[in-house]
């Protein structure tokens, strides 16, 4: 009898910033085939991983492997909660924050070993106006940047850092009120620079809002920012990436299973990264173990004293080229200033070529 698992790989083409070629062709070397039957599946438009994955659901596949960002990742997953289907991850985006939360390689090498191994865990996934998310969602700052990244004409990390340092000093905090579902139905107001509700530890690249977060524990660990003087910044992102931010006075943090957030207007909101505009009201709850994953045994904030220095090893390169091109515009600007100079001063001195 063959007892080999099938599995369906959901490539986003355009997503992440590392190639897919090379994975597909690790994967036809290095996958193990006394385990897995395979089939590839490109995807065609945004959407189009949930309609592959619904359909293998349907048609029993055992695995669904998403190769992209966090956004194939999604798409992938929410067709896949309530189904004995598994979620597979090979990262390869911008961020991957279910994965490193999970702590599925970076490295495809990495992440089909983990394939390999077929270790299978169910975990939870959370709603927010009825949107799944599985790392987090949230109002405020993130929100907002969340909606500056995607209308960005670039992806990656540095972009995502550079639109937070030119505009998070500027940024107004709201005022937002709580209603917390754990029987008492407690009610507090706050004025946040951002709200963050998390099924995972962080949002991507290492960065941790939660880090005390388990996909297993079935419930929601929020954290609340409260406004803070530009003196305090470099404190809170040191914290971010270090895996202590819940340590800064300047945090709260709580965890329930339902969450109701009232705001004075309607704004954007962001669900593991993608902003999209909601109402006033948003609600938010917890569904335990509702998606099969296939991960590794542990989860959650790792090498926290290292996290910046992998940062900057994995994107070295990334930022190498940002101030090569950085260091060429001056040098091009300096050049067109310096012919200006030279032009004006022969006009005004009557001199000729």
Do not use: W
């Amino acid at each position: 009898m063959c007892d080999r698992k099938r599995i369906i790989f959901v490539v986003n083409p355009i997503s992440g910033t590392s190639g897919k070629k090379r994975i597909l062709q690790l994967l036809e070397k290095l996958l193990d085939r006394d385990k897995y039957d395979s089939d590839v599946v490109v995807t065609k438009y945004q959407g189009h991983a949930t309609e592959i994955a619904r359909a293998a659901a349907n048609q029993g596949v055992d695995v669904v492997c998403a190769i992209g960002g966090d956004g194939t990742v999604n798409e992938t997953a929410r067709a896949l909660v309530h189904t004995p289907t598994a979620l597979a991850i090979i990262p390869c985006g911008s961020g991957n924050g279910l994965a490193r939360h999970l702590h599925i390689p970076i490295d495809p090498l990495g992440a089909i070993r983990i394939l390999n191994e077929g270790h299978i865990i169910p975990m939870d996934y959370g709603l927010v106006n009825e949107y799944p998310f599985f790392c987090t969602c949230g109002v405020g700052f993130d929100a907002f940047i969340s909606k500056r990244f995607a209308e960005a004409g670039k992806r990656g990390p540095l972009t995502y850092i550079e639109n937070v340092l030119q505009t998070g000093l500027q940024y107004n905090p709201e005022t937002y009120d709580l209603e917390i579902e754990d029987g008492a139905n407690k009610v507090a107001s706050y004025k946040a620079f951002l709200i963050s509700c998390a099924n995972a530890s962080q949002y991507g690249n290492n960065a941790y809002i939660a880090p005390q977060a388990s996909v297993r524990d079935g419930l929601l660990d929020v954290t609340i920012i409260e406004p803070f003087k530009a003196i305090d910044a470099p404190a809170i992102s040191f914290q971010l990436f270090n895996g202590t931010l819940d340590k800064n006075s300047r945090i709260k943090t709580f965890r329930c299973k339902k969450l109701h957030i009232h705001r004075q207007d309607r704004g954007v909101i962001h669900y593991d990264g993608d902003p999209i505009d909601m109402g006033k009201d948003i609600d938010v709850e917890i569904v335990p173990k509702a998606l099969m994953c296939v991960a590794s045994n542990e989860e959650g904030v790792t090498g926290a004293a290292t996290n910046i220095q992998n940062f900057i090893a994995e994107h070295f390169n990334e930022m190498y080229l940002r101030s090569e091109q950085l260091l060429q515009r001056n040098i091009i600007m300096t050049q067109r200033f310096s012919k200006l100079n030279n032009d004006i001063i022969r006009k005004l001195s009557g001199r000729k070529k």
